[in-house]
Nanobody, 115 residues
Framework: QVRLVESGGGKVQAGGSLRLSCVGS??????MRWHRQTPGKERELVAA???????SYAESVKDRFIISRNNTKKTAYLHMNNLKPEDTAVYYC???????????WGKGTQVTVSS
C-alpha cells in the first residue's frame, strides 16, 4: 500500500524559511512534486523533480524554493526561502509510481506566512 506523509509546515514571518518533507512508502517513485492550494483556487504545481534529479519550478517560486530528493529514503524536500504572505497555502506532495505510473497524494501540510 502506497502512502505519502508530509511534515514541516507551520507559521513563519515574511522573509523566513521552512523545509517541507514528504516520505513515501510502499513503492519506488519516479517524479516527485509539490503542489499548493488556497481556498477558492485551483491546486498549483510548485516544483517537480525526476528520479535523476532534474527539477522544475513555477515562476512564482523560482529562485526562492528548492526541491530535492533522497531516493534511498523515498523522500522529497521543499526548501522554501524568502517566504511571502502569498505563499500561504496547504502544500501537498504528489509522487508517481516508478512502475505503472499511478500517482499518489499526501494529505497536505499548512504553511502560513505573516507579513
Amino acid at each position: 500500500q502506497v502512502r505519502l506523509v508530509e511534515s514541516g509546515g507551520g507559521k513563519v514571518q515574511a522573509g523566513g524559511s521552512l523545509r517541507l518533507s514528504c516520505v513515501g512508502s510502499g513503492s519506488i517513485f519516479s517524479t516527485m512534486r509539490w503542489h499548493r492550494q488556497t481556498p477558492g483556487k485551483e491546486r498549483e504545481l510548485v516544483a517537480a523533480i525526476t528520479y535523476g534529479g532534474k527539477s522544475s519550478y513555477a515562476e512564482s517560486v523560482k529562485d526562492r524554493f528548492i526541491i530535492s530528493r533522497n531516493n534511498t529514503k523515498k523522500t522529497a524536500y521543499l526548501h522554501m526561502n524568502n517566504l511571502k504572505p502569498e505563499d500561504t497555502a496547504v502544500y501537498y506532495c504528489n509522487f508517481d509510481r516508478y512502475v505503472g505510473g499511478d500517482t499518489y497524494w499526501g494529505k497536505g501540510t499548512q504553511v502560513t506566512v505573516s507579513s
